[in-house]
């Protein structure tokens, strides 16, 4: 069976320092992967999103980053935070192919308070 | 502008009723849907997929989806305390290969 992990599952940090958040999943091979914040009460916004490695579009312009540097790896980075950064990170994982491609799983997420 | 629509609750319904949640979406020719449950602090959590016209069922859960309408809804029978979450709506985005367009979410309390 799939499973997707993250870390770290808390972090606070000061306003200005840099950030590393890293998923990997295990259990299949080659699937689409999603960077996600949820603010406090608010929905899912989409961050980020990778069909392959290398390949990362950006949803929305900001001070974020992200990289895949292997297949199942998704990492998103930040080399000054900021205090609207803090919320609810998540990342998440979609089949590339058949009909269930678009069901997306989403990891434990890591609270990032930015202080 | 592509919109996923929920009330965003809470919705309280004693325990045992039927909890109904109901989502409406903006693009006519959305063909996939998905509900999503997230309990406090914790990571959404998919319940159900549908993609025909028609009832869907799985244990207690129904999905029900009118694309006529552009409506697709969440019953859950016989409900219980640990119901208790948000449900979030998302509609595949037809403009993208892979993306989801989600709602803000309902959040349901069920009292003992």
């Known amino acids: 069976s799939q499973t997707i992990h993250q870390w770290p599952a808390t972090l606070v940090q000061p306003v200005g320092s840099p950030l590393s958040l890293e998923c990997t999943v295990e259990?299949?091979?080659?699937?689409?992967l999603y960077w996600y914040r949820q603010a406090a009460g608010r929905g899912l916004q989409l961050l980020f999103y990778?069909?392959?490695?290398?390949?990362i579009s950006s949803e929305v312009p900001q001070n974020l980053s992200a990289s895949r540097p292997q297949d199942r790896q998704f990492i998103l980075s930040s080399k000054k935070l900021l205090l609207s950064d803090s919320g609810f990170y998540l990342c998440?994982?979609?089949?590339?192919?058949?009909?269930?491609?678009?069901?997306?799983?989403f990891g434990p997420g890591t609270r990032l308070t930015v202080t | 502008q592509k919109e996923v629509e929920q009330n965003s609750g809470p919705l309280s319904v004693p325990e045992g009723a039927i909890a109904s949640l109901n989502c409406t979406y903006s693009?006519?020719?959305?063909?996939?849907f998905f509900w999503y449950r997230q309990y406090s602090g914790k990571s959404p959590e998919l319940i159900m997929s549908?993609?025909s016209n028609g009832d869907k069922e799985d244990g207690r859960f129904t999905a029900q989806l009118n694309k006529a309408s552009q409506y697709v809804s969440l019953l859950i029978r016989d409900s219980q305390p640990s119901d208790s979450a948000t449900y979030l709506c998302?509609?595949?985005?037809?403009?993208?290969?892979?993306?989801?367009?989600w709602g803000a979410g309902t959040k349901l309390i069920i009292k003992p």
């Open positions: 693009d006519r020719g959305s063909q996939s």
């Open positions: 990778s069909v392959g490695i290398g390949q």
């Open positions: 259990g299949t091979s080659n699937p689409n």
């Open positions: 998440a994982w979609s089949v590339r192919s058949s009909r269930e491609r678009y069901e997306q799983y």
């Open positions: 998302a509609v595949k985005d037809r403009g993208s290969n892979y993306q989801l367009i």
């Open positions: 549908i993609y």
